[in-house]
């Protein structure tokens, strides 16, 4: 009886799609000689989910392809031997994609966005689409109502401001003492640090009236805490977000490639200010991850930047996450 209602059914299907076929042997040989432009459309620049009580949205700010990860990744290593991991992943040996992803946070009574991306100055290379994508996913710049830098490079600090307006109008900013002292102290001058130096004097320090300055350990607002991931830069925060007995770590720029600095976390990262201690908390963080096996963001992760890590026998093997905030 079930066999016969499956093939009738079948039969009903197939004469549908016979019937709303008919024009198609046409249809296919035009499409087959038209000149058919590509859409060009982005992919979309943004990915949200449920952690708790927060909804949490990654915002991609852009990508930029270059040269590498060798040496940028593994300066003190043999160029083949990077090669050779990045092939051994399924990755071109010398060509490699830098993604940038800030990430917005709704407790339900603020809206935290974490980083800012490139900014203005980076628009020509079709980067800087933090706003964009801010905007295309459903939220206005003036609800942001509360901006954390988790460290001042460039990358994290350019969208602060476009021209000499804020970016978020109506937001405080929070930001590690540690970070922004070093960063504003006339010490930098004639430094390798001058030059980020003089973006944060443009790009943070006018906006000093309106933050909070913090120190590792300290909250947001309830449920975001920050925790000190030192070495990267001098003052370099994470962030644990803890809402209905769900977690997620914020990492940040504590590894910067998903493999060379997850696989290899000892190797040298050229945007490592000291080598030696962003080594050091590369390791311990995650460790903590997969030890707790707790999804993270991370701020240059293959967008949409979200993910865990498996301990191999040495590092880490990111593992993408797919549905599990859906269920
Ligand atoms: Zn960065």
Redesign the pocket.
């Known amino acids: 009886m079930h066999t016969v209602q499956l093939a009738r059914r079948d039969l009903l299907l197939a004469t549908a799609s016979v019937a709303g076929g008919l024009a198609m042997p046409q249809i296919m040989t035009r499409a087959a000689h038209a000149d058919l432009p590509m859409a060009g459309v982005k992919s979309p620049g943004f990915k949200r989910f449920r952690l708790g009580e927060f909804e949490v949205t990654t915002l991609l700010d852009g990508l930029r392809p270059g040269d590498g990860p060798h040496p940028t990744f593994g300066a003190d290593q043999p160029a083949e031997v990077v090669a050779a991991l990045m092939e051994a992943n399924f990755l071109p040996p010398d060509k490699f994609v830098n993604g ?1 992803t800030p990430t917005l946070v709704n407790t339900g009574s603020e809206l935290v966005l974490f ?1 800012t991306g490139l900014g203005e100055a980076a628009r020509p290379n079709g980067l800087g689409r933090l706003e964009e994508n801010l905007i295309a996913s459903g939220y206005t710049p003036d609800q942001v109502s509360i901006v954390v830098i988790t ?1 001042m ?4 600090i350019g969208g602060l401001t476009g021209g000499e307006t804020p970016a978020f109008p109506n937001a405080r900013y929070v930001v590690g003492q540690i970070e922004y002292d070093f960063w504003t102290s006339p010490d930098r001058a004639g430094t390798p640090a001058e030059n980020n130096a003089n973006a944060v004097r443009s790009k943070v320090q006018p906006l000093a009236d309106r933050m909070t300055f913090i120190a590792p350990g300290d909250d947001v607002v309830p449920g975001i805490s920050s925790i000190e991931a030192f070495g ?1 830069t001098p003052g370099h925060l994470i962030f644990r977000l803890d809402s209905g007995g769900r977690q997620l770590i914020l990492t ?2 504590t590894a ?1 490639h998903y493999v060379a600095s997850l696989q290899r976390p000892d190797w040298e990262v050229a ?1 490592d200010m000291d080598k030696a201690r962003a080594a050091e908390t590369r390791k311990k963080v995650f460790d903590m991850i997969a030890t707790d096996r707790l999804p993270f963001i991370g ?2 992760m293959p967008f949409p930047a979200i993910g865990y890590v498996e301990r191999l026998d040495e590092g880490y093997r990111y593992v993408p996450a797919t549905y599990q905030f859906d269920i």
């Open positions: 940038f980083d460290h490079h460039g990358d994290h990267h940040a720029d910067n945007f701020y240059h």
